[in-house]
């Protein structure tokens, strides 16, 4: 998309010390100056038109360091130059809300440690019956492959053979919420001064059972058998569904909960393929369709190459 920006400017030499430094940059905004008008287009390239300079720069909010007046922002749409939307230009033009915040604690620096969950559950039990422990863990997705996997980078959170785990989730994802939205303030020993602590949820780890219950999916039971699109019987073997997303899980849950007889609840339920069970986590920021790895154990090894090793071996003879 391409977007269009005019600004008037009160210095321009300040303009040319910002942005020489990124005139070899390639794939990155650009500037045209003429006179006290300066004017951005987002694309792919730059170029000089007249008596213009063109200047690439890495992004608009450096524009607004130098105090330069917004007065036309339009867009691209459809080969045609419209205005922004009001929440467009306000999302575009408004501080981001971490820095207001760095501001509030004197300037502290904000640390990003996106983090990874991981849930599953663990057979605890001494005799034969099935006594399983769900768990939540987590690791800082900063470390390296290497380190990420040292037992003592693997951070415990939770664990219960008695509560389910969405019911375990309540006060996790409150937390993680605001870890996320606020942050907290802690103190980098490197710095030696406080810092905010920003810890966003890159995604959640987990076999295929356990992620069709973290989606509100039924399970690869249902008609439609996958967590990640809407494929079916219909669809072909080396075709994808309409892709889920979390708005449309979310008013498919409604819909179904809104259903006047158990008939119609079911009908629903198989029609999206989609469980009516309120679930907390799908007040994450992230999209659990897209934020739920397919793991590999559950989807080949236990999954066709089981059964197919399985019908193998059952239609063997003795010789």
């Known amino acids: 998309m391409y977007l269009l920006v005019i600004f008037k400017a009160r210095a321009l030499h ?55 007046q917004a007065l036309h922002v339009l867009k691209c749409h459809e080969g045609h130059f419209v205005q922004l939307t009001e929440n467009e230009y306000t999302s575009l033009f408004s501080p981001h809300p971490m820095k207001i915040k760095s501001m509030q604690w004197g300037g502290s620096p904000v640390v990003m440690v996106p983090i990874t969950l991981f849930t599953d559950d663990t057979s605890g039990n001494k005799s034969k019956q099935w006594n399983k422990f769900d768990s939540w863990n987590f690791r800082l997705e900063g470390l390296s492959k290497k380190e990420n996997g040292n037992l003592q980078n693997i951070h415990f959170i939770c664990a219960s053979n008695k509560v389910p785990v969405l019911d375990m989730a309540v006060p996790l994802v409150q937390e993680f919420t605001a870890l996320e939205n ?6 980098d020993a490197f710095l030696q001064r406080n810092v905010i602590v920003v810890a966003p949820i890159l995604n959640i780890i987990c076999d295929n059972p356990r992620g069709a219950e973290v989606c509100s999916h039924l399970g690869a039971t249902t008609s439609k058998y996958c967590r990640i699109c809407m494929a079916d019987v219909t669809t072909g073997l080396h075709s994808i569904g309409c892709l889920r997303n979390k708005p449309d899980t979310l008013c498919q849950i409604a819909r179904i909960q809104s259903a006047r007889t158990q008939k119609e609840m079911k009908q629903l339920q198989k029609e999206f393929g989609v469980r009516a069970k309120p ?30 090793f399985r019908d193998l071996m059952g239609r063997l003879t003795t010789v």
């Open 14 to 68: 300040v303009w040319v010390v910002l942005f020489n430094s990124f005139a070899r940059r390639v794939k990155m905004p650009f500037i045209v100056v003429y006179a006290n008008w300066i004017i951005i287009l987002l694309s792919a390239k730059s170029y000089v038109i007249g008596e213009t300079l063109s200047i690439p720069v890495c992004c608009i909010e450096a524009v607004l360091d130098v105090q330069a």
């Open 279 to 308: 679930n907390p986590l799908l007040e994450l920021f992230i999209d659990l369709h897209r934020c739920t790895p397919v793991e590999v154990l559950h989807t080949l090894l236990l999954g066709p190459y089981k059964y197919l």
């Open 182 to 187: 606020e942050g907290i303030i802690a103190y």
